[in-house]
C-alpha cells in the first residue's frame, strides 16, 4: 500500500472517534447556523471537525483513497449547497451520514466495477465491532492480523451496498439500530435484518476462504 493509503488507513482505522466533536451542541448549532448564512470560515470550522468522519467512512465504503477523496469533497459540496434546508432538531451528524451514504451509493453505481474494491476494515468477521488492537509489536501477531483484515476486504466488497452501509453504519461507526434506520431511511427491523444478513454472509465466505485454504495445504 502506498505510503499515503497507508497514512490515511490508520487515520481511518485509529483516529476516526465516535465523538469526535467537543463543542458542545449549543456552540454546534450556532455553527451550523453561521455556515448556513454564508460564514465561509463557519463553514471551514464545520468541516474540521467532520472531515475524518467523511473520509473513513467513504473510505470503508469505497474501499480507495481516490474515491474516498472524490467521495468526500462531493460531500461536503452538498453540505455546502443543502445547508440551508438543515433543521436545527436534526442530528447533523446523522444527516452528514445520510449525504455520505448517498455520495458513495452514487459512486459505486457509476463504477460498475466496485466489487474489486476492497474496504479497509480492521477485524475478522464476527458479531463484534471491526476494532484495532492496540499493539501490535509482534510480528507475527501483526501479520495474522494482515491477513484477517484482507479476508474482511474481500468478504465485506460482496455485500450488496444497502448492507454494507448498515454495517459499517452500526458496528463500525457505533450508531444505534434506530440511528441507521433513519439515516437509511428504512425501518430498524429492515436494518436488523440487512445487519444480521451481512455478519451471515461474512462469517460464511470467511470459513469458506479458510477450509479452501486447508484443502490447498
Known amino acids: 500500500m502506498p505510503s499515503g493509503a497507508h497514512e490515511m488507513a490508520l487515520a481511518v482505522e485509529i483516529l476516526l472517534p465516535v465523538n ?3 463543542q458542545t451542541q449549543t ?3 450556532r455553527l451550523i447556523e ?9 463553514f471551514e470550522q464545520l468541516m474540521v471537525h467532520s472531515q475524518h468522519r467523511v473520509m473513513a467512512m467513504t473510505w470503508r465504503m469505497l474501499g480507495n483513497e ?14 455546502y449547497k443543502y445547508l440551508g434546508r438543515f433543521k436545527q432538531d436534526q442530528d447533523f451528524f446523522a ?24 474496504l479497509s476494515l480492521a477485524e475478522s468477521a ?9 499493539d501490535l509489536a ?7 492480523h494482515k491477513q484477517q483484515r484482507e479476508l474482511v476486504r474481500k468478504a465485506m466488497a460482496t455485500l450488496p451496498v444497502k448492507e454494507r452501509a448498515s454495517i459499517l453504519l452500526r458496528d463500525v461507526e457505533g ?6 434506520a433513519r439515516i437509511m431511511k428504512s425501518s430498524s427491523t429492515t436494518v436488523r435484518s440487512q445487519i444480521s444478513s451481512a455478519r451471515k454472509k461474512i462469517k460464511i465466505y470467511c470459513e469458506q476462504y479458510l477450509r479452501r485454504k486447508e484443502r490447498s495445504q
Not at 450508531?175 to 441507521?180: H, K, N, R, Y
Request: aromatic share 6%.
Open 175 to 180: 450508531l444505534s439500530t434506530d440511528e441507521v
Open 66 to 79: 481516490a474515491d474516498a477523496r472524490d467521495a468526500s469533497q462531493e460531500v461536503f459540496l452538498r453540505v
Open 138 to 144: 509482534d510480528a507475527e501477531q501483526a501479520l495474522m
Open 95 to 118: 444527516w452528514l451520514y445520510t449525504i455520505t451514504v448517498n455520495v458513495c451509493r452514487d459512486i459505486s453505481k457509476k463504477r460498475q466495477h466496485h466489487n474489486d474494491r476492497f
Open 34 to 42: 453561521r455556515a448556513a448564512a454564508g460564514d465561509t470560515a463557519a
Open 27 to 29: 456552540s454546534l448549532t
Open 126 to 134: 464476527g458479531e463484534e465491532a471491526f476494532a484495532v488492537p492496540a
Open 20 to 22: 469526535a466533536l467537543t
